[in-house]
């Protein structure tokens, strides 16, 4: 039997893949407007939203409370808001 596959389920196939992608682009738009982040789209590398938002929270650290140690080493005469 011949493996046979049915080119109206690959275009739907293709289709949703197209609409997939396109609605994450528009998520991502939507991140990057509501952060106000600049987004040139000539810049090369980052022209696609999505790579644009990837860039931006893979550099960005989220607020929120860590654990400080401080070593024994470090000078003691530093005043406390250092």
Same mark, same amino acid.
């Given at each position: 039997?011949?493996? #046979?596959?049915?080119?109206?389920?690959?275009?739907?196939?293709?289709?949703?893949?197209?609409?997939?992608?396109? /609605?994450?682009?528009?998520?991502?738009?939507? !991140?990057?407007?509501?952060?106000?982040?600049?987004?040139?789209?000539? @810049?090369?590398?980052?022209?696609?939203?999505?790579?644009?938002?990837? /860039? !931006?929270?893979?550099? #960005?650290?989220?607020?929120?409370?860590?654990?400080?140690?401080?070593?024994?080493?470090?000078?003691? @005469?530093?005043?406390?808001?250092?």
């Amino acid at each position: 039997m011949e493996n #046979c596959k049915n080119p109206v389920m690959e275009n739907s196939e293709k289709e949703l893949s197209i609409k997939f992608l396109s /609605d994450i682009s528009d998520i991502a738009s939507d !991140f990057i407007q509501s952060f106000g982040i600049k987004h040139e789209q000539a @810049t090369k590398g980052l022209e696609d939203p999505i790579l644009r938002w990837l /860039d !931006f929270r893979l550099r #960005c650290i989220d607020p929120r409370p860590r654990r400080i140690l401080v070593s024994d080493k470090f000078p003691k @005469t530093l005043p406390d808001n250092i």
